[in-house]
């Protein structure tokens, strides 16, 4: 078998080639930032099962901790156990920058001598994972995100009566801060979050002041144009009749 010395390092010894067991530990652990890579090597019974993790806090969307389990060998794992070397610590954003000669200058042992003379038609099916795996990833963590679009108060719907009973209650301004606490909480469970979290946004009450309702902005509303405007809007409208006091006004803690 015609190789270079770091070839052969790499199909004696990979360095991300892991087993089932270990690929199940991955599974126990996996969180939203993990992911899983099936890939069917084309005109074989090759398959790559790739694990790993997107560094979701960082704008490059780099890939970590990225491993295998495959049930091919020689010079196609080697090449496949380095490709995943140069996977790891990328962003994922220019996976389709990678290229074999890029791999193969890699692994050469000199500049005139090929790092693999064998089986040189594998190589490209193997490396056809990455812009699967490109694909994968964006679809995976970099979905289209929805137009930003405000709740619209004509969209609120309770034609009974208001979740505050005056004639159970006495008026709003009238409660204790715990008290008054409930009730916002309870008005925002019924007809607030759920219109933002449908956009991944949702408020929460900070305090109360006299008839300001100090609110703060969670997820997609802390960075949303609208939030300040008409999302504020929407949410003092429905504070108003739902807590029967026209006079209550909705502002946004400045922290």
């Known amino acids: 078998m015609n190789t270079s010395t770091a070839l052969s390092s790499r199909i004696k010894a990979p360095l991300y080639s892991k087993s089932n067991l270990e690929r199940d530990d991955f599974f126990q652990k996996a969180n939203a930032s993990s992911f899983v890579f099936v890939y069917e090597i084309p005109h074989s019974a090759g398959i790559v099962e790739l694990f790993g993790e997107v560094d979701l806090t960082s704008e490059a969307r780099k890939l970590k901790n990225v491993q295998y389990i495959t049930n091919i060998s020689g010079i196609p794992l080697g090449f496949l156990d380095t490709l995943i070397g140069f996977l790891n610590d990328g962003s994922m954003f220019t996976l389709d920058q990678l290229s074999v000669r890029e791999i193969e200058n ?12 064998d089986e040189t038609s594998a190589i490209p099916r193997i490396f056809g994972l990455v812009p699967q795996l490109k694909k994968y990833l964006m679809e995976r963590f970099c ?17 009974g009566e208001p979740l505050l009973n005056l004639k159970e209650n006495p008026n709003f301004l009238a409660m204790d801060l715990t008290t ?13 979050s759920p219109a933002l979290q449908e956009d991944e946004g949702d408020v929460e009450c900070v305090t109360v002041s006299g008839n300001w309702i100090v609110v703060r902005f969670k997820g997609a509303c802390q960075t949303c144009g609208m939030s300040h405007t008409s999302t504020l809007n929407f949410i003092t409208k429905i504070v108003r009749r739902e807590l029967c006091d026209s006079d209550l006004t909705v502002i946004h803690d400045i922290e």
């Open 180 to 192: 008054q606490l409930n009730f916002i909480r309870k008005v925002f469970a019924a007809y607030i």
């Open 106 to 117: 890699y692994l050469r042992d000199d500049n005139t001598t090929s790092a693999f003379l």
């Open 143 to 159: 979905r289209v995100e929805k137009e930003q679009v405000s709740p619209d108060v004509r969209d609120y719907e309770n034609v």
